[in-house]
């Protein structure tokens, strides 16, 4: 079974904290990404990566930035946290294919809250 | 740009009846990829079925199919003899990462 962890479910921080949210997958994927979710907004594409020091904002990449230097690791890094950035994280992978497009499997999410 | 669009942001459902949930999108690409995804109160998001927008015949998986019309760029989920298990969040995607806001089933017993 293909299992992609994130390192915390839960975690309060205060504004203006720097945040690390990792992720990590066992199935070899070359895509990874990270998404927001926030009610009747769906999930958001904030960054993603299809290899290894390699990354490709998404559609609100504004606030955060990303690290992948192992092929099973990605970080999510909120330089300066804020409350709006209080919402729902996950982490998903996936294989890389040429116009392709192959199913994701999610973490259990990260529920952040910034006070 | 791709949009995805779901209009029902909740829809409810007699155990064992069928329900139908709605999609459109807009896409300037020829040839993509569409999902439903769903997420379980509390757990992890999967996979329900993938349609391949080149293929004219819809996709099934056991209780759950699709109806693609290209032309009119939407992408129904219907769900066939509901069960309990079956309650979540349901989520419309379109080429991997661009996600609809999701509607949520209920489930009655």
């Known amino acids: 079974d293909v299992k992609v962890t994130q390192s915390s479910r839960y975690l309060v921080k205060r504004t203006g904290e720097k945040v690390f949210l990792e992720c990590v997958q066992d199935?070899?994927?070359?895509?990874m990404f990270w998404y927001r979710q926030d009610p009747g907004l769906g999930l958001r594409l904030i960054y993603f990566s299809y290899d290894v020091k390699m990354k490709e904002k998404g559609d609100i990449p504004e606030g955060y930035s990303v690290s992948r230097e192992k092929k099973e690791r990605f970080s999510l890094i909120l330089e300066s946290a804020s409350t709006n950035q209080t919402s729902m994280y996950l982490c998903a992978s996936s294989f890389l294919t040429g116009l392709a497009a192959y199913e994701q499997y999610f973490g259990p999410g990260t529920r952040l809250t910034v006070t | 740009a791709q949009t995805v669009t779901q209009s029902q942001p909740e829809m409810s459902v007699q155990e064992a009846e069928t329900v139908t949930l709605s999609c459109t999108y807009d896409t300037s690409e020829s040839d993509y990829y569409l999902f439903w995804y769903k997420q379980p109160p509390s757990r992890q998001m999967i996979l329900v079925i993938r349609?391949?927008?080149?293929?004219?015949q819809n996709a099934t998986e056991n209780r759950f199919s699709v109806n693609f019309q290209k032309a009119a760029k939407s992408f129904s989920l219907k769900i066939s003899d509901s069960q309990l298990g079956d309650a979540a969040m349901y989520f419309c995607?379109?080429?991997?990462?661009?996600f609809g806001a999701g509607t949520r089933l209920t489930v009655k017993p």
């Open positions: 995607v379109v080429n991997d990462m661009r």
């Open positions: 349609q391949e927008a080149y293929k004219q």
């Open positions: 199935m070899d994927h070359e895509n």
